[in-house]
């Protein structure tokens, strides 16, 4: 079973979440995290894995050879991205613009294009002490693309037999953020009770609705703002499955790498109830 | 010759745009017999790689040089390698194509020999 925490605005307390639910998790069942917050991942600062697997990511890019090309310009024409120009008689790669689709190297009629890994970052995996299957994707810095990394990060053992995995989503509505909900039985949006938390919880909610994946609120900060998060859920039928009082004791925890559970561990039922319930809903 | 020019319309009475890879149009113009034809950019409204595309169509379209208020380095490499010669036209007045043509033949625009600023490339994807 996969779960995914997501919330659009970021510093809602995803990883928050998404570590203490880990945690309660693995009490009872294997348990793998993915930190797909691949332009910054930050949950191993909390889960603090043994981080003993590595592997280079990328995405294939082609090479083009001068001696077998003829510049019929196809390979040009059939890219989306414009990471692949024929002038006169040249043909230049631009690798930051290219997306990796292999549609160039499909349309040469002369075989004149090989693909090469264009590294972007690595993966890296290993084990918490609480013996959670951990893995996080680092994208390099300088990198304008976070989703071929989540891609493969997602893919990494795949035959990995963990009962529930936790899929840690960056922030924001965008493309990282689509790949890595895509696929996930069940969507936990974590916001907070204010203007800005509610404008991205919609676009996430719209996300999943989008891509038929059942969803819960998780209300972070409860007690500042407003209650528009709460009228939001309401008419969209969300529930909202736990909220997590604005406390400063908790914050300074937080920020001092402790998990939510370990400084506030009353809120243990809180997450034993929700994991019973998302687990419910998946199974039902 | 046949100069590119970046415009914000489709006449030689437009204004100049000093934008390249985002530029509304070129106006390709014979600097000899005044003979001109205007195009809209294909890569106005790109994803990505916009600098690229335009570079190719200019390219495509017979321009030998290009006058613009700024070039980005895969724009550059592009025209550079299509042997498109670059000019740069100042982006911070009004000026009309007519304008810029009229600086072009009277030798006023400096070359371009680098790309005059860093890619925009990235974005959401």
Same mark, same amino acid.
């Given at each position: 079973?996969? !779960?995914?925490?997501?919330?659009?605005?970021?510093?809602?307390?995803?990883?928050?979440?998404?570590?203490s639910?880990?945690?309660?998790?693995?009490?009872?069942?294997?348990?793998?995290?993915?930190?797909?917050?691949?332009?910054a991942?930050?949950?191993?600062?909390? /889960?603090?894995?043994?981080?003993?697997?590595?592997?280079?990511?990328?995405?294939?890019?082609p090479?083009?050879?001068?001696?077998?090309c003829? $510049?019929c310009?196809?390979?040009?024409?059939?890219?989306?991205?414009?990471? !692949?120009a024929?002038?006169?008689?040249?043909?230049?790669?631009? @690798?930051?613009?290219?997306?990796g689709?292999?549609?160039?190297?499909?349309?040469?009629?002369?075989?004149?294009i090989?693909e090469?890994?264009?590294?972007?970052?690595?993966?890296?995996?290993?084990?918490?002490?609480?013996?959670?299957d951990?893995?996080?994707?680092?994208?390099?810095?300088?990198?304008?693309?976070?989703?071929?990394?989540?891609?493969?990060?997602?893919?990494?053992?795949?035959?990995?037999?963990s009962?529930?995995?936790?899929?840690?989503?960056?922030?924001?509505?965008?493309?990282?953020v689509?790949?890595? !909900?895509?696929?996930?039985?069940?969507?936990?949006?974590?916001?907070?009770?204010?203007?800005?938390?509610?404008?991205? /919880?919609?676009?996430?909610?719209?996300?999943?609705?989008?891509?038929?994946? @059942?969803?819960?609120?998780v209300?972070n900060?409860?007690?500042?703002?407003?209650?528009?998060?709460?009228? $939001?859920?309401?008419?969209?039928?969300?529930?909202?499955?736990?909220?997590?009082?604005?406390?400063r004791r908790?914050?300074?925890?937080?920020?001092?790498?402790?998990l /939510?559970?370990?400084a506030a561990?009353? $809120?243990?039922?809180?997450f034993e109830?929700?994991?019973?319930?998302?687990?419910?809903?998946?199974?039902? | 010759?046949?100069?590119a020019?970046?415009?914000?319309g489709?006449?030689?009475?437009?204004?100049?745009?000093?934008?390249?890879?985002?530029?509304?149009?070129?106006?390709?113009?014979?600097?000899?017999?005044?003979?001109?034809?205007?195009?809209?950019?294909?890569?106005l409204?790109?994803?990505?790689?916009?600098?690229?595309?335009?570079?190719?169509?200019?390219?495509?379209?017979?321009?030998?040089?290009?006058?613009?208020?700024?070039?980005? @380095?895969?724009?550059f490499?592009?025209?550079?390698?299509?042997?498109?010669?670059?000019?740069?036209? @100042?982006?911070?007045?009004?000026?009309?194509?007519?304008?810029?043509?009229e600086?072009?033949?009277?030798g006023?625009?400096?070359?371009?020999?680098?790309?005059?600023?860093?890619?925009?490339?990235?974005?959401?994807?």
């Amino acid at each position: 079973m996969q !779960i995914v925490t997501a919330s659009g605005k970021g510093g809602t307390g995803k990883t928050t979440v998404a570590t203490s639910l880990a945690l309660i998790a693995a009490e009872q069942d294997s348990v793998r995290f993915l930190d797909c917050d691949v332009e910054a991942p930050n949950a191993g600062l909390f /889960l603090e894995p043994v981080l003993d697997a590595r592997k280079e990511v990328g995405i294939l890019i082609p090479q083009v050879d001068e001696e077998t090309c003829t $510049y019929c310009g196809k390979c040009a024409e059939v890219c989306q991205f414009h990471a !692949i120009a024929v002038v006169g008689k040249k043909t230049l790669v631009f @690798p930051e613009l290219c997306h990796g689709c292999g549609s160039c190297t499909l349309v040469c009629p002369e075989n004149a294009i090989t693909e090469h890994l264009n590294v972007m970052g690595v993966l890296e995996g290993g084990s918490t002490p609480e013996q959670i299957d951990f893995a996080q994707g680092v994208m390099n810095v300088g990198e304008p693309m976070a989703v071929p990394i989540i891609r493969e990060l997602k893919k990494w053992i795949p035959d990995s037999s963990s009962e529930i995995e936790i899929w840690d989503a960056p922030p924001g509505a965008s493309c990282p953020v689509v790949e890595t !909900i895509r696929g996930a039985d069940f969507a936990l949006l974590v916001t907070e009770p204010t203007p800005f938390g509610l404008h991205d /919880l919609k676009q996430v909610a719209e996300i999943v609705k989008e891509l038929d994946i @059942p969803a819960g609120v998780v209300i972070n900060r409860d007690g500042i703002g407003d209650s528009a998060v709460e009228a $939001y859920c309401e008419d969209s039928a969300l529930p909202i499955l736990i909220r997590i009082p604005m406390e400063r004791r908790i914050a300074e925890a937080i920020a001092s790498g402790k998990l /939510l559970l370990e400084a506030a561990p009353e $809120y243990r039922p809180d997450f034993e109830a929700m994991l019973k319930t998302i687990v419910a809903e998946v199974s039902a | 010759m046949k100069l590119a020019i970046s415009i914000s319309g489709k006449k030689l009475s437009s204004p100049f745009d000093a934008r390249f890879g985002r530029a509304a149009a070129f106006c390709i113009v014979d600097t000899e017999t005044g003979k001109w034809e205007a195009f809209d950019n294909p890569a106005l409204s790109a994803s990505g790689g916009a600098g690229v595309q335009a570079s190719q169509f200019v390219a495509e379209h017979g321009a030998e040089a290009v006058a613009s208020g700024a070039f980005g @380095p895969n724009a550059f490499d592009t025209l550079d390698a299509a042997n498109v010669e670059m000019y740069l036209a @100042p982006g911070n007045k009004a000026h009309t194509a007519a304008e810029v043509l009229e600086m072009f033949k009277a030798g006023q625009l400096p070359k371009a020999e680098a790309a005059t600023h860093e890619g925009h490339h990235g974005g959401s994807h």
